[in-house]
């Protein structure tokens, strides 16, 4: 894959996964209430009281940031940063020539961003906010493996397409851009020639001489 389409492709990625931040169901917002009419049996022994699930009410991940626990609003918006931060990176990359559209940082970010993800969520399923006789938890929605699988993606295209860069260099791309040019260059040359030609400046043996050399 060019290095340019790459760029643009880790964009794509990028932008779509701070996009799901903010849309609520990644995260489900569980509520709890202890029954205290209900009982189960354990064996031998009936349990009087019963914690039973209420209600579901699907929330997005800056609802779990936001309203829970100081350290999840760090958590939260620490892996916010760094997605945002390795997006710029890559529009960086984009606008850059060279060596500069290989950035290493970007696949560093994708990847930290990545665990930033992994790490918030496995302490939202460990936070109980309880209450008097309730109780609330987070699980996770179908829409968080889709977004953990953005991620996944972003962190794997930045990672590969990084090494691959390193591996063949970016000169060959940038021989190509400049063997493109050369080509532009050529045919503007032989337009001029051609005019030259028709006009009667020219012969048709000086014209086809001119036009080998340039091509």
């Not at 799901?20 to 009982?39: H, Q, T």
């Not at 260099?169 to 051609?194: C, F, P």
Request: glycine fraction near 6%.
């Amino acid at each position: 894959m060019k290095v340019k389409k790459r760029n643009i492709l880790e964009i794509v990625l990028q932008s779509a996964a701070i996009l799901m931040l903010f849309i609520p169901g990644v995260f489900l917002e569980e509520y709890w209430w202890w029954d205290k009419d209900a009982s189960t049996i354990g064996g031998k022994v009936i349990y009087h009281g019963v914690m039973q699930l209420r209600q579901k009410n699907p929330i997005s991940f800056f609802g779990v940031a936001t309203g829970t626990s100081t350290i999840m609003m760090i958590l939260g918006f620490a892996a916010f940063a760094v997605t945002a931060a390795a997006l710029i990176l890559m529009i960086r990359q984009l606008v850059s020539k060279g060596e500069a559209s290989n950035r290493r940082s970007v696949p560093i970010l994708s990847v930290f961003s990545l665990v930033m993800l992994i790490v918030f969520s496995a302490a939202a399923t460990f936070i109980n906010q309880d209450f008097t006789g309730a109780e609330y938890r987070y699980g996770m929605n179908w829409m968080f493996y889709l977004l953990a699988a953005v991620y996944l993606a972003a962190a794997l295209v930045s990672v590969i397409g990084y090494r691959q860069a390193k591996r063949l260099g970016i000169q060959a791309e940038t021989a190509d851009m400049e063997q493109a040019a050369q080509r532009s260059g050529s045919a503007d040359e032989l337009l001029k020639y051609k005019r030259l030609l028709d006009e009667g400046t020219i012969s048709e043996e000086e014209f086809t001489e001119i036009k080998k050399r340039l091509l």
